[in-house]
């Protein structure tokens, strides 16, 4: 059973930087053709998809372009986890921060959401 | 962005009743649907993929049907635990997908 499981601050002050951690258990996430993701869920926003990690010869990134320039999404191979970094976040940021796996172009094991608030 | 917009935005009906909620794309998406069920403080669960393959361990009572732009997630026999938000995501634009706004299902 594939399981993740989330890690990080739920408080976070403006023009820093959000870190998350996402661990893996029951899959590698060096497993060609999946793709590890975060999303993220607000009332005005509602479910929305940050990014991916994803190996296939080599690691490949690709993030939404509400983000671009602001997210990296890093995988770490030896702990079997992934991270997510949002910089300079304002309070429009705040939301339920969610990491799932990315198999057929749909989300079928999501972590257990981290609610991160964006505020000084 | 494809745009997903889901109708209606809240539904109660009764045990038992068949409950219908509907999904429409603003552009063509051919069978990039997917359905997914949320309960209360819970992460999204995958229900159906490719407009109407049901997951593993769902209920044979949710089904998802359509083509195009319009598509529609059924439950034929509501039960108690079907309390909840469900969403539909379009994965034409893959990886660049998008959510419907939700629909709260409550029972009477």
């Known amino acids: 059973q594939v399981q993740l499981q989330q890690s990080g601050p739920g408080l976070v002050k403006p023009s820093q930087t959000l870190s998350l951690t996402c661990g893996v258990s029951g899959d590698s996430i060096s497993h060609n053709g999946v793709a590890w993701n975060w999303m993220r869920q607000s009332p005005s926003r509602g479910l929305e998809w940050l990014g991916w990690?994803?190996?296939?010869?080599?690691?490949?990134?690709e993030y939404a372009e509400s983000v671009k320039g602001r997210i990296t999404i890093n995988p770490d191979t030896p702990k079997n986890q992934f991270s997510l970094q949002l910089n300079s976040v304002t309070p429009e940021d705040t939301a339920v921060y969610y990491c799932?796996?990315?198999?057929?172009?749909?989300?079928?094991?999501w972590g257990q959401g981290t609610l991160v608030t964006v505020s000084s | 962005d494809i745009r997903m917009t889901q109708s209606p935005s809240s539904v109660s009906a009764s045990v038992g009743d068949r409950v219908t909620i509907t999904c429409r794309a603003s552009?063509?998406?051919?069978?990039?649907l997917a359905w997914y069920q949320q309960k209360p403080g819970k992460a999204p669960k995958l229900l159906i993929r490719a407009v109407s393959s049901l997951q593993s361990g769902v209920p044979s009572r949710f089904s998802g049907s359509g083509s195009g732009t319009d598509f529609t997630l059924t439950i034929s026999s509501l039960q108690p635990e079907d309390v909840a938000t469900y969403f539909c995501?379009?994965?034409?634009?893959?990886?660049?997908?998008?959510f419907g706004q939700g629909t709260r299902l409550e029972i009477k």
């Open positions: 990690t994803y190996y296939t010869s080599r690691w490949y990134n």
């Open positions: 799932c796996r990315g198999s057929y172009r749909t989300f079928d094991y």
């Open positions: 995501q379009q994965a034409n634009s893959f990886p660049q997908v998008t």
């Open positions: 552009q063509g998406i051919s069978n990039w």
